[in-house]
Each structure stands twice: as C-alpha cells, then as structure tokens.
C-alpha cells in the first residue's frame, strides 16, 4: 500500500502562491496518474488537477486554470501543486492521490487558507 504525505500548506492572502508537495512511499507511484484533489467544509472531494505517469500531460478543472501547475518528480515519489494567484475559493484540504477509480488510503491532507 502506498502511503501519501502533503506539505506547504498555510494561511495566504489573496493574489499570493504557495507551492504543495506530496511524498509517496513505493515504486508504483511512478506507474500511475497522480492528481491533487481538495476538500472545502461541507463540499464533496474534488480533483482539480492531474498528470500523467511520465508528466507529458496534465489536465485541470476549469476553476483553476491558468492558475495551478502540477509537476512530478518521479525520481523523489513526488508530485507538485504549484498555486498562483490564490483566491478566497481556493481555501481547502488538499490532497493527493492517484486517479483511478481505486484510490490508495488518503493522507492527512494540507490545509490552504486564503484570506480576502
């Protein structure tokens, strides 16, 4: 079983960045999808961006495109949610995970803040 750890979470004012890492222990990480989801209070799970086990493609929801990147180092069981002008809506738990219908276990998750 794979296990996930998120970091670089925090309190931010709007129109600033911060940049999120996932840490995944086992060598499949490198053979699947990863995708950033998050959470808002009383929301559903939502993926908001993902990419492909090589990194040669990536897809985001409408909400933050043009706005977030994610990244993968594949050599550090890594996977990067870079987040540029935040705004208040961005503010959630974060989480990554790969993207097939049989998620591994959740990790704790990252918190994001955005003040207005």
């Known amino acids: 079983q794979v296990q996930l750890v998120e970091s670089g979470g925090g309190l931010v004012q ?12 086992g060598s499949i990480f ?3 999808s990863m995708g950033w989801y998050r959470q808002a209070p009383g929301k559903q799970r939502e993926l908001v961006a993902s990419i492909t086990p090589g990194g040669s493609s990536t897809n985001y929801a ?15 069981n890594t996977v990067y949610l870079q987040m540029n002008s935040l705004k208040p809506e961005d503010t959630a738990v974060y989480y990554c995970n790969n993207v097939r219908s049989s998620t591994w276990s959740w990790g704790q998750g990252t918190q994001v803040t955005v003040s207005s």
């Open 30 to 32: 490198r053979l699947n």
């Open 62 to 76: 409408d909400s933050v495109k043009g706005r977030f990147t994610i990244s993968r180092d594949n050599a550090k």
């Open 14 to 25: 709007a129109g600033g960045s911060l940049r999120l890492s996932c840490a995944a222990s």
